[in-house]
């Protein structure tokens, strides 16, 4: 059974069949070359098309809702309604095996499932099989789609899969000691081992197939196990197809990251009546190809069966949708190509074409797919062309946002705009983070979302803060450039218990420079948004170092960090130079923005600037200041220039607003100012 699980190159639904067995079910004179050309304008994407000896190979993207196309009689029936649009001649040849004489002398099989695991279950037991290598046909066919020829048993159930695309399964009969198979929900911890002998630890929940005495003898619809394949020496088999619950299937692929085609197919929800083609068509070629004989009742387990749906369509909304007038008999000339019935009916109450509508009847195999009518009018759109279609561009529409969100993302435009035009580089990075990220920042896991259904550990935790990717942004690009200054605002997620998560939009800020520099980014930011009402004090923070920390503060209450980070969380990011980062609830700066500032007077008499060295001795710049301005009335401002060892350069502005101070006016000013700051 190996190659029923082979592994598929990508997430996407591509499958490579050949000419010649796409002929087998399709009557046509059209080239591969044109076959490639006609079904990419109308359907499936024809990627490739590679000659191979006499033979060619298609290699075909099939959308993800379109799983009943994800076979060799899929694409055959896609094609009987896309050539003719072409001029090219285009038959189904119908895929209808024989049902199998039931066995007079049965051998026991008993199965067993629940609703919510399987929609049908298929079994039956064939004895005296031969196993051996398969025909000719059978290996090139399934080597040009990229699969390995094993042996004629687990071959079949490959080309059937390819050939109908419904998976389906062969055990060894003879290593199922009880003869019963037991669909049922695996328990957390559960241990299989598959064919490959990689042992799995189920997350439970899981569907899973039980000998009756505990022992699981495959994970159905993903990959079986070791202890139940066919072997060199098997004798009589067990051929089974279940059609699964999709999402079932989905959840355990992804939770134990088994990526395998039956996985591929079964997650996508395959038509069960589909199944029942793919399981008469593996048992006609067991009988042919192997010699097995048809040894027991075939079981049908189908406690829902799947029915057509109907869908009214109204002429007059093809038309409208359309934007053209189509005729009638080639609307019901396409539908019935793909598989649609289209009964006609008219109400001679109303004017034609308005009373013209079509009651059209959904098979089994697209009812997941076509809900609604426009699903309909998209079918017989893709048929007659879009390149046939108008070239008129739908009036855009406009959907206004509430006042607060407009002007939330207005403000956020406008610092990005700045961040970005003065230097920094805006990184946008996932919502979720790793849980070494977390720990390795000091935080706290259990503070942290985690998701149910990742599909990586690196992305598994809600972000409470935006600091950790910085800091893991800045680590990755070290050494591609001296300076490193990066920005993001996005959302972070915080718990909230028995509601969803509180969503708060976060500026974060991490650089490789210094503590100046950053400040200095921020009251930038802060004086082009024309924000005044704040102050930057020392402050604590477990990411930051201490005594190169501060705090944000708004009427008393923090709202936002800046800082070194600390040297612990520098060694576990095995960073190699110090990094300072910050981090302001964006709700602050989204309230405190204004488009236009306080008018202030401009002084009408000259500033004399004068530079000063000091040491701090434990003071803060913002001790600095105050003292500074209380001292002196002439003092106007002062900024930092730069800093060296202990000593930091400031410049001082100095001006009256009654006369022109003199120069020695101001040195005065200034001694009186170090002075007071000794």
């Known amino acids: 059974m190996t190659a029923i699980y082979e592994f598929w190159n990508n997430f996407n639904m591509n499958i490579k069949i050949s000419y ?7 009557d046509t004179d059209a080239t591969p070359e044109e076959l490639q050309k006609y079904l990419s304008l109308c359907g499936p994407s024809v990627e490739t098309v590679e000659k191979v000896g006499k033979n060619f190979v298609f290699d075909i993207e099939v959308t993800s809702n379109r799983v009943d196309m994800a076979s060799v009689y899929g694409i055959a029936q896609e094609a009987q309604a896309i050539l003719p649009r072409f001029g090219k001649r285009a038959k189904l040849r119908e895929l209808n095996p024989k049902a199998p004489k039931v066995s007079l002398n049965p051998f026991p099989l008993e199965v067993s499932t629940q609703p919510n695991l399987t929609n049908r279950v298929l079994a039956i037991v064939l004895t005296d099989v031969k196993i051996g290598e398969s025909p000719d046909y059978i290996k090139r066919r399934l080597e040009l789609s990229g699969m390995r020829s094993l042996n004629n048993l687990v071959d079949i159930t490959n080309y059937v899969m390819l050939e109908t695309g419904h998976p389906c399964h062969v055990f060894d009969y003879d290593r199922i000691p009880t003869k019963k198979m037991i669909i049922r929900e695996s328990k957390k911890g559960e241990k299989i081992t598959s064919l490959e002998n990689k042992t799995y630890a189920l997350p439970g929940g899981d569907s ?6 505990g022992t699981i003898i495959d994970l159905p619809g993903i990959i079986g196990t070791s202890n139940s394949i066919v072997v060199d020496s098997t004798k009589n088999i067990l051929f089974f197809i279940e059609n699964n619950n999709p999402v079932k299937m989905r959840h355990s692929s992804m939770s134990l990251g088994i990526r395998t085609d039956a996985a591929s197919l079964n997650e996508k929800g395959p038509d069960p009546e589909r199944a029942f083609t793919a399981f008469l068509r593996g048992i006609e070629l067991f009988q042919e190809v192997a010699h097995g004989q048809v040894t027991s009742k075939y079981l049908d387990i189908y406690p829902s069966p799947r029915t057509e749906t109907t869908i009214k369509v109204y002429l007059k909304d093809i038309h409208r949708i359309m934007g053209i007038i189509v005729d009638e008999e080639e609307i019901i000339s396409i539908l019935s190509h793909l598989g649609f019935k289209a009964n006609r009916h008219e109400n001679p109450e109303i004017a034609y074409p308005d009373g013209v509508y079509f ?14 009518k426009e699903d309909i009018v998209e079918e017989i759109a893709r048929i007659y062309g879009y390149h046939n279609l108008p070239n008129n561009i739908s009036p855009l529409v406009f959907i206004k946002q509430p006042p607060e969100i407009e002007h939330l993302f207005a403000v956020q435009y406008k610092a990005k705009y700045f961040l970005k035009h003065i230097g920094l580089h805006e990184c946008m990075n996932y919502s979720m983070i790793s849980k070494n990220l977390i720990e390795s920042m000091g935080m706290v896991l259990k503070d942290h979302l985690k998701l149910a259904n990742t599909i990586s550990q690196e992305i598994e935790y809600m972000r409470i803060s935006l600091i950790p990717s910085l800091v893991k942004n800045i680590k990755e690009n070290t050494g591609k450039r001296d300076m490193l200054r990066f920005f993001e605002i996005a959302k972070t997620y915080v718990p909230r218990k028995d509601d969803l998560p509180g969503e708060d939009y976060k500026l974060s800020i991490a650089t490789n420079t210094d503590f100046a520099d950053i400040k200095g980014v921020i009251t930038s930011l802060f004086e082009d948004l024309k924000i005044t009402d704040y102050q930057i004090i020392p402050g604590k923070d477990d990411m930051l170092a201490g005594g190169e920390s501060a705090v944000i ?11 070194k980070l600390n040297a612990h969380i520098v060694q576990n990011m095995d960073l190699s130079d110090s990094v300072y980062v910050s981090e302001i609830t964006f709700d602050f700066i989204a309230n405190q923005y204004t488009a236009i500032g306080h008018y202030t007077e401009p002084n009408h008499y000259a500033v004399v600037k004068l530079d000063a060295t000091i040491e701090p001795q434990g003071s803060s710049y913002k001790d600095i200041e105050t003292t500074a301005l209380k001292t002196s009335s002439h003092l106007q401002r002062i900024t930092y220039i730069g800093s060296y060892q202990n000593n930091i350069s400031l410049r001082f502005y100095f001006t009256s607003r009654k006369e022109n101070i003199s120069e020695e006016i101001a040195k005065k000013e200034l001694e009186k100012i170090l002075k007071a700051l000794i």
């Open 553 to 563: 503060l708004h009427n008393g209450k923090q709202v936002g960090i800046m800082g």
């Open 359 to 372: 009651d059209i009847t959904i098979p089994t195999s697209r009812v997941d797919d076509i809900k609604i």
């Open 20 to 26: 010649d067995w796409l002929l087998e079910y399709l």
């Open 208 to 213: 899973v197939i039980d000998d009756g005495n």
